[in-house]
């Protein structure tokens, strides 16, 4: 599955996990911590806005498989895998943008500050430079010491709504975080063959769920043979895709939605309301994406002696 912010994920942490986390962990033990993540962040960001996309992606499918611990981030060796190797995380990117801030990190506070919480970081800075809500990230978490791709398990763009929400409810995420969550798809964009089958289906026509308009431009883009070697992509939200706002929500109260399951937010009673509300107040959407992606953020989440604080975010520091 080629796909870059794509369907979101779970939450179940106990609550004395969740107390552990908390907002200035490194405020005396490494300072300059969340100040070094923006500064490489700022860096990034100028030189290329769809880091946003790249960096909820990569939080969402690190924090999907056994929680928030940088499992993802490790590399495959000729020994072991890695969760790297799975499908949908093999066009996952910005490793480097991590690996940036934890060389420089490691220089101002050696061994003190997770792999887990500088990725949490770079992605709240990514969206405020995106046009979203500066949110407060709770850290403390530590970094995990397995990484399986067999483990790797994510929810299909091709779902329904009540498909999409087993995920969700699986791990403890309401419907109204899932809404709210796949909102980050404002800033994202997918491959023609993850939606493909919307413009060439069995019965040989385009879904009809789908705005004409948008239809046509997107078979223009992508042709109809699922077989083209060529794999183009297009953003989700067409009208401001690079903007951290409302507008996937009024693109696919449209009918514009890219992926089956954000038309399906429009569509579907369950989820229609929420879509028509944050369409609405673009403000409500941005205070309740903050809240559901720290309420993401703490899934799973190892703290005190749990796992380990890694010297190199791509590797286990003593690996077997």
Do not use: W
């Amino acid at each position: 599955m080629k796909i870059t912010t794509i369907i979101i994920f779970f939450f179940f942490v106990l609550p004395f996990t969740f107390a552990e986390l908390r907002v200035g962990f490194y405020s005396s033990t490494c300072p300059s911590a969340e100040t070094i993540v923006r500064d490489v962040v700022q860096k990034r960001f100028n030189q290329d806005k769809s880091i946003a996309a790249a960096l909820l992606r990569m939080h969402f499918h690190d924090c999907f498989v056994k929680g928030c611990d940088a499992s993802l981030l490790i590399d495959p060796t000729s020994t072991r895998t890695s969760e790297k190797i799975a499908g949908p995380n093999q066009t996952v990117r910005e490793f480097e943008l991590i690996d940036e801030a934890k060389i420089l990190i490691e220089q101002a506070c050696p061994s003190t500050v997770s792999c887990a919480d500088i990725l949490a970081l770079a992605t709240r800075d990514a969206v405020a430079l995106a046009g979203g809500i500066r949110y407060s990230v709770p850290t403390g978490r530590r970094d995990g010491l397995l990484s399986d791709p067999s483990l790797v398990n994510l929810p299909s763009p091709s779902l329904s709504v009540p498909g999409a929400l087993q995920f969700f409810t699986a791990k403890g995420l309401t419907l109204a975080d899932m809404v709210t969550l796949l909102g980050a798809h404002t800033v994202g964009f997918a491959h023609c063959s993850v939606f493909q089958n919307r413009l060439s289906n069995v019965g040989g026509g385009v879904d009809p769920t789908m705005d004409p308009v948008l239809a046509a431009t997107l078979v223009q883009i992508c042709g109809l043979d699922r077989a083209v070697l060529s794999d183009p992509r297009v953003f989700l939200d067409q009208n401001s895709s690079f903007l951290f706002d409302n507008g996937f929500y009024n693109e696919v109260m449209m009918r514009r939605g890219i992926l089956h399951i954000d038309q399906q937010l429009a569509l579907d009673k369950m989820s229609r309301n929420m879509v028509e509300s944050f369409a609405a107040n673009g403000t409500s959407f941005q205070e309740k994406f903050a809240k559901a992606i720290v309420k993401m953020g703490t899934i799973g989440a190892l703290v005190g002696d749990e796992g380990e604080i890694r010297r190199s975010c791509r590797a286990f520091n003593n690996p077997l």
